[in-house]
């Protein structure tokens, strides 16, 4: 059976920097990313993405929008490199926000947080699927991307036509708040 997990992240953005993690422990130690989080029995996105927000960096969203998704399907070749099955399924909305309050604390334990400047990224400490978004992202695009991770963990990009990316995002929101019968803020 295929394990589908929907997860947040949360770009927020400052003048002219974003926020960003370390994670300290887990499948990304030490690979820079964004605050968020899987989604717990019962919670919407919305209210998945204030939280975790709040969680690992202490700060307050007072609102934040959805501006893309990407999804990364667990591979593992049997038999012959035509062949798969499939296991855990990632399918991760990214909000933005620069409307929140309150001082930065990092979560103890779990990330190092801090602001960088919009053209000082660190690209080469980031995930693949976080290089393919971010850019897009910091210029207001909406976005939909896919990805494969293999044995190794390593991820590879799957070419898709975005051209109804808006429609297909809005679609994907409504289809999961209306099937876990939950709303968002």
């Known amino acids: 059976m295929i394990k589908h997990n929907p997860c947040v992240v949360c770009l927020l953005e400052k003048d002219d920097q974003i926020l960003m993690v370390k994670n300290l422990r887990g499948i990304q130690k ?29 700060l307050t969203l007072k609102k934040a929008t959805c501006l893309g998704r990407f999804d990364i399907e667990s591979v593992e070749h ?29 979560a103890k334990g779990e990330v190092e947080a801090f602001w960088v400047k919009k053209d000082e990224v660190p690209y080469d400490k980031m995930q693949e699927n976080d290089k393919a978004w971010l850019p897009l992202a910091l210029k207001g695009e909406r976005f939909h991307k896919s990805f494969l991770r293999d044995k190794q963990g390593k991820l590879s990009l799957v070419e898709h036509d975005d051209k109804d990316v808006e429609s297909l995002l809005g679609l994907r929101l409504r289809q999961y708040e209306m099937m876990k019968g939950i709303t968002g803020r």
């Open 30 to 58: 030490d690979l820079y990313s964004f605050p968020g989080g899987k989604l717990e029995e019962g919670e919407s996105l919305s209210d998945c993405v204030f939280c975790e927000v709040k969680e690992e960096t202490n």
């Open 78 to 106: 049997v038999d012959s490199p035509d062949r798969f099955s499939v296991g855990e399924n990632m399918h991760v909305y990214v909000f933005v926000s620069s409307e929140f309050s309150g001082e930065l604390v990092p």
